[in-house]
């Protein structure tokens, strides 16, 4: 049996928070909303904290890629990254940002299945 590390799901983790942070937070004004509840969102903290947690998703499959030193999760979860951080900071766009979170989620997604084809020679 392998034993697990944090490396082994951190992307896969700040990619979910990234997620939650961007379409949770939209769900939970909905619902509130049609409650009757209005709630004053500082937009610029909401959007630096979908950018950080995809940010950290990057690292964390960054820090894997050194490992097994396939490109194609790397490469994935930075467009997505890059995506992300652009339409949350410089021009938002509802395609963008789904692709965004489209690539960080493939690039997560392939990190992993590398990691789980290798067995123990991936951290």
Same mark, same amino acid.
């Given at each position: 049996?392998?034993?697990?590390?944090?490396?082994? #799901?951190?992307?896969?983790l700040a990619t979910t928070f990234s997620l939650?942070?961007?379409y949770g937070t939209l769900a939970a004004i909905a619902?509130?909303?049609a409650?009757?509840?209005?709630i004053a969102l500082n937009?610029?903290? #909401?959007?630096?904290?979908?950018?950080?947690f995809a940010a950290l998703a990057f690292v964390a499959?960054?820090?894997?890629w050194r490992k097994h030193r396939r490109i194609a999760p790397i490469l994935l979860a930075g467009i997505g990254f890059l995506l992300i951080a652009f339409t949350m900071i410089i021009s938002y766009e509802r395609l963008?940002?789904?692709?965004g979170f489209a690539f960080l989620c493939a690039g997560t997604f392939?990190? #992993?299945?590398i990691g789980r084809g290798r067995g123990s020679d991936v951290a």
């Open positions: 049996m392998t034993q697990k590390r944090t490396g082994d #799901w951190l992307a896969a939650i942070a961007c619902v509130l909303s409650l009757g509840v209005t937009e610029a903290v #909401w959007a630096s904290a979908i950018v950080l499959l960054f820090f894997r963008i940002e789904l692709a392939v990190d #992993w299945r």
